[in-house]
T-cell receptor, first 114, second 111 residues
């Protein structure tokens, strides 16, 4: 059981470039989330999904797009990267049923935009 | 969203108990209290959660004040591996599984 995995682990982009971060989970979780964490700060929710084919905006969605074509995968896209998007990105997943509250997090992707 | 207030940092000695406080004076009756921790260079991990009663699990204990306006995460014997940022989070019952992270408390454990 790999849990939540993220690809890539590190990436450096130039301003204006695009990229896609991949999150995969093997726990059959319905919910998936993308967060960003800036230095010395807590995590902020970017987008989330409550099931295959659905996505919704979180607290800081601007500049990002997401897709959930398969239940086990949640993709985060940056169409035109900006230095303000330099951050560590975490993916998480959880069950949706009442009583299953725990979110499981991936190891993170460290993104630098120059 | 109801907010939480935690000290920025705390220090503890190894093998001693640690009490991490959290104030949440605007908590509503249906907000759950969650604790996550984030070890250096890792994603957060779930520690414990509760609603009204004190809770124990293999990692920690959660003591909730009778008026629910504060709570305390208790690590019974701190180890060096417990050095992390601890987040106290309120989760609204009607917000699904959404979590809103604050700044957390950085726990330093001295050998």
């Amino acid at each position: 059981n790999a849990g939540v995995t993220q690809t890539p682990k590190f990436r450096v982009l130039k301003t204006g470039q695009s990229m896609t971060l991949l999150c995969a989970q093997d726990m059959n979780h319905e919910y998936m989330y993308w967060y960003r964490q800036d230095p010395g700060m807590g995590l902020r929710l970017i987008h989330y999904s409550v099931g295959e084919g659905t996505t919704a905006k979180g607290e800081v969605p601007d500049g990002y797009n997401v897709s959930r074509l398969k239940k086990q995968n949640f993709l985060l896209g940056l169409e035109s990267a900006a230095p303000s998007q330099t951050s560590v990105y975490f993916c998480a997943s959880s069950y949706s049923v009442s009583g299953s509250y725990e979110q499981y997090f991936g190891p993170g992707t460290r993104l630098t935009v120059t | 969203d109801a907010k939480t207030t935690q000290p920025n940092s705390m220090e503890s000695n190894e093998e001693e108990p640690v009490h991490l406080p959290c104030n949440h004076s605007t908590i509503s009756g249906t907000d759950y209290i969650h604790w996550y921790r984030q070890l250096p260079s890792q994603g957060p991990e779930y520690v414990i959660h509760g609603l009204t009663s004190n809770v124990n699990n293999r990692m920690a204990s959660l003591a909730i004040a009778e008026d629910r306006k504060s709570s305390t995460l208790i690590l019974h014997r701190a180890t060096l591996r417990d050095a992390a940022v601890y987040y106290c989070i309120l989760r609204a019952i009607n917000a699904g599984n959404m979590l809103t992270f604050g700044g957390g408390t950085r726990l330093m454990v001295k050998p």
